[in-house]
């Protein structure tokens, strides 16, 4: 099993920045993919940003120059970085963790992001 555990939510104005990290444990099969995904009341979740083992970076056109995804293999963390934020970015953020080797797929409890003046 692996959990993962996220922090770095909270209020923050428009045009401010927030850093989101998401730490793993358990049983984490590599290579593997981290990622982040939002989820607003009555919408389906959608993707924002994933990183895989080696780096490679994929964002949701939305968030692309503002939001800035990267891990720390040693720590096992993956990091969201915010900039720029906007009202429209106000959601439920998840934190994923994905293998090859591994047919099961986790989930954080998410973390609230709120953008509002």
């Known amino acids: 099993q692996v959990q993962l555990v996220e922090s770095g939510g909270g209020l923050v104005q428009p045009g401010g920045s927030l850093r989101l990290s998401c730490a793993a444990s358990g049983s984490i099969f590599s290579p593997n993919a981290k990622g982040w995904y939002r989820q607003v009341l009555g919408k389906q979740r959608e993707l924002v940003a994933v990183?895989?083992?080696?780096?490679?970076?994929n964002y949701a056109d939305s968030v692309k120059g503002r939001f800035t995804i990267s891990r720390d293999n040693a720590k096992n963390t993956v990091y969201l970085q915010m900039n720029s934020l906007k009202p429209e970015d106000t959601a439920v953020y998840y934190c994923n963790l994905n293998s090859p080797l591994d047919r099961n797929e986790y989930w954080g409890q998410g973390t609230q992001v709120t953008v509002s003046s």
């Open positions: 990183i895989t083992s080696l780096g490679r970076t």
